[in-house]
């Protein structure tokens, strides 16, 4: 790995400080001859040498890999494709330390060599409540020495789980989770709960639950929107303290990214809107973007397209989101562009 610079940006050291750790993969000493090498921007035909699991000058037996390129293992700091070996039906659930087999392999496969597992601390239940965060948790932490890739877990914890704090920060000093963002369902289950009951019914069979007890749940958890601000900074005071990242999702406005800032939840992931983004960067901190909403050319969810924002200079990082395959074909798209 080459040295940062001195002047590196406040956004790009955030992301590092969260990422150096998981760059140090060992290998065998070898020097790699005859393809094309991907250095600072632009494909080279040049040797590469590996030594102790870092680039090198020294010499090494030599393979020969004409015909090839060499391309850096991609960082995903945000994907839950894994839930689809998991879960590959909503309802058929599969043992975790077997699935997460199955996910490794396709990492590895789409060239992710680090991937923070997206997962939801949530009142929605299924596949996102706190016992299944806790057995992905456990799951990635005993497979870790199986794994091809540095698996690790990011905790998308719903801001209404005001119960649960005690929970989650026994859970994150247990298995050493090192990234926590924040995210906010509610007021979609709100929005679907009175206009598609339908879509909402379908949400909770996703989730276990009957439309009528997941309408309970959501009314039960709006009931407490007061309390959330003051309880969320007190926990963030403590992840904070254990030495955790912290972000939010979904940010909709330049106020509600000022809220995570001071906080201390300095990562913007997914914001909704440019002026949610121009604060983020206005700031200092790091946009994360979904890199299927570049291949696919807009948001499958209705919200800004990706390209917008990278053209205005308002994202840092791309991430997996829901579908693997998409941050290195996101890499074509935006060069083609």
Known sequence: MRKASSNMSTASAMLGGLIDEAMMTQLADLRLTNALVLNDGALHDTALTI?????????????????????PGIVDLHG??????LRPRPTAPFEPKRALLNADAELGANGVTTAWFAQSWSWEGGSRAPDAAEQLMEAVSSM????????????????????????LLAALRRFNVD?????????????????????FAMWAGHNS?????????VRATEARDAEVP????????????????????????????????????????FPTSIEAAQAAKAAGE??????????????????IAAQTLIEDGLCDALVSDYYYPALS?????LADL
């Open 286 to 303: 790091p946009v994360l973007l979904g890199a299927p909403n570049v291949v696919r050319g807009g948001s499958q969810a209705g919200n």
């Open 329 to 333: 074909q996101a890499a074509w798209v």
């Open 209 to 217: 639950h009957t439309p009528a007890a997941l309408l309970a749940i």
């Open 80 to 85: 839950d494709g894994f839930e689809h070996h």
């Open 230 to 269: 003051t309880s969320l900074m007190q926990l963030a005071q403590s992840v904070r303290a254990a030495g955790v990242k912290m972000g939010s999702h979904d940010d909709g406005t330049a106020g509600v990214r000022a809220f995570y800032r001071g906080i201390g939840a300095l990562i913007c992931e």
């Open 144 to 167: 870790a020495d199986r794994l091809t890739a540095d698996v690790r877990v990011q905790v998308r914890f719903e801001t209404h789980m005001l119960d649960d704090h005690a929970r």
């Open 179 to 199: 990234y926590v963002v924040f995210n906010n369902h509610l007021p979609e289950a709100v929005h679907l709960a009175n206009t598609n009951p339908d879509r």
């Open 51 to 71: 030594a102790a699991g870092r680039i090198a000058d020294n010499s090494a037996p030599e393979v020969d890999l004409s015909g090839y390129w060499l391309l």
